[in-house]
Nanobody, 119 residues
Framework: VQLQASGGGLVQPGGSLRLSCAASGRWFGINVMGWYRQVPGKQRELVAAIISGGNPTYEDSVKGRFTISRDNAKNTVSLQMNSLKPEDTAVYYC??????????????WGQGTQVTVSS
């Protein structure tokens, strides 16, 4: 399974960016798709995730500003980020929890995309 992320960049405070991630490969099902972020010296943290057939979950600081969406037919997950703040600056990673054909579960990560919020 491969996850290909895109959409990062430089934006001014208050601006918007949209991250997208496409999964490719073979699996029985994708249980969870989401986004994490990491800044140097800190642990990777969950930003938003969406379970198949379930409601999304968000980290408290992004609630009301970020929206995660998932297209099960296309195996994609997107993160619309509005009202961006400098503290949102980080490398953002796409994540997927996959059930494989042998019923085992595996976690996959995309390559990371830099989001920089600065004037």
């Amino acid at each position: 399974v491969q996850l290909q992320a895109s959409g990062g960049g430089l934006v001014q405070p208050g601006g918007s960016l949209r991250l997208s991630c496409a999964a490719s490969g073979r699996w029985f099902g994708i249980n969870v798709m989401g986004w994490y972020r990491q800044v140097p010296g800190k642990q990777r943290e969950l930003v938003a995730a969406i379970i198949s057939g379930g409601n999304p979950t968000y980290e408290d600081s992004v609630k009301g500003r970020f929206t995660i969406s998932r297209d099960n037919a296309k195996n994609t997950v997107s993160l619309q980020m509005n009202s961006l703040k400098p503290e949102d600056t980080a490398v953002y990673y796409c994540n997927a929890v996959v059930t494989q054909y042998d019923s085992s579960r595996a976690v996959y990560w995309g390559q990371g995309t830099q989001v920089t919020v600065s004037s």
